[in-house]
């Protein structure tokens, strides 16, 4: 038999009925115990240590969860394009309902560095007198942008090559900026006498892997002619890519573009799988003799056999230079 002292029979002998009133006041603050809500203050401190600790492993729990959520979730770009289920190396497969289907919800598959902020369509204006049109805004956006492709090569892979789709790579191949020739130096062809640098990006589209034209009979009949000339010469794959102005009009006053390094995206920048020093590869179109005190519409396309021809529009932009010396230059209406 357990024998108890005289404190623990104390603590037990049951409390006088005081009233409803007196009985909840009580059991907010018993003066003779020095109790609140019936708990003494080692009691209450006992209990807080518990739910200390239980709350504390608790979140500590939820917490990592979240972070390593977040780690993982923002090293990840969302896909953009839906894909049927294929076979590995599926873009060597001519059959093409086993072709991957690039479909574009939520934006281009292709950007444009720089442009005027809130334009629409995006739009390069070269207007001294305007404020969205200085030349060395323009330079300052390129510099930004290409400053993110100088860093260390060493850590990307050194056995990148234009021929082979790198599907399992765990590691990003190098861009060279220094392939985009006179668009790779400041200040960019925005001179007194302007030739012109704009930036054609491809987006980051995670897993998406594109079939490439490996036979002159894959071409399509609405490629421009210049192009098929450019693949059929090239031994490279590429996700090709062609800009042209949208009319006739705009044809003829956007002159001669000339594409830095080459008028594509080489093989080895595909698929994307989430690699975090991933540089999305760059197209620089040079514009040689675009005429002045024309708005000009420009639309690029990519091209790759599982490019949907009703989805393969991609871009359009405007491209206005105005010329200091004119009357009207003062006033950049677009």
């Not at 060597?92 to 479909?103: A, D, G, I």
């Not at 003829?252 to 080459?262: D, F, K, M, S, W």
């Not at 639309?299 to 010396?325: G, Q, S």
Request: glycine share 4%.
């Amino acid at each position: 038999m357990i024998k108890h002292d005289e404190e623990y029979y104390r603590q037990r002998k049951p409390q006088p009925d005081l009233g409803a009133i007196n009985n909840f006041k009580r059991f907010l603050w018993h003066p003779e115990r020095r109790a609140f809500l019936d708990r003494t203050a080692q009691e209450w401190g006992s209990v807080g240590l518990f739910y200390l600790c239980f709350y504390g492993v608790l979140f500590s729990i939820f917490a990592l969860q979240m972070w390593m959520t977040y780690k993982y979730v923002t090293a990840y770009e969302k896909p953009l394009f839906q894909y049927n289920r294929v076979a590995t190396r599926a873009w060597l497969e001519p059959n093409p309902r086993t072709m991957f289907r690039m479909t574009n919800l939520h934006g281009p598959g292709i950007v444009l560095k720089p442009f005027v902020p809130n334009s629409k369509p995006p739009m390069i204006l070269i207007d001294e007198s305007h404020e969205m049109g200085r030349v060395d805004e323009y330079v300052d956006t390129i510099k930004d942008t290409l400053a993110g492709y100088q860093v260390d090569r060493s850590k990307f892979d050194p056995k990148c090559n234009d021929r082979v789709l790198r599907e399992d790579a765990k590691t990003s191949c190098f861009y060279d900026i220094r392939e985009l020739g006179k668009c790779s130096q400041a200040p960019y062809g925005y001179t007194s006498s302007p030739q012109p640098c704009a930036y054609v990006m491809f987006n980051k589209r995670f897993g998406w892997l594109p079939i490439f034209y490996s036979q002159a009979s894959m071409l399509p009949d609405d490629m421009p002619t210049w192009l098929q000339t450019v693949i059929r010469k090239s031994e490279q794959f590429h996700v090709w890519l062609s800009c042209e102005g949208k009319s006739e009009e705009d044809r003829q006053n956007v002159g001669e573009i000339e594409y830095l390094p080459r008028p594509g995206f080489p093989v080895q920048f595909f698929p994307f799988a989430g690699q975090p020093d991933y540089l999305a590869p760059i197209v620089a179109l040079r514009f040689k003799n675009l005429t002045v005190n024309r708005l000009v519409s420009i639309e690029c396309k990519t091209w790759a056999r599982n490019i949907d021809n009703e989805n393969r529009y991609n871009l359009n932009f405007r491209l206005l230079v105005k010329d200091p010396r004119a009357a009207d230059s003062k006033k950049s209406d677009f």
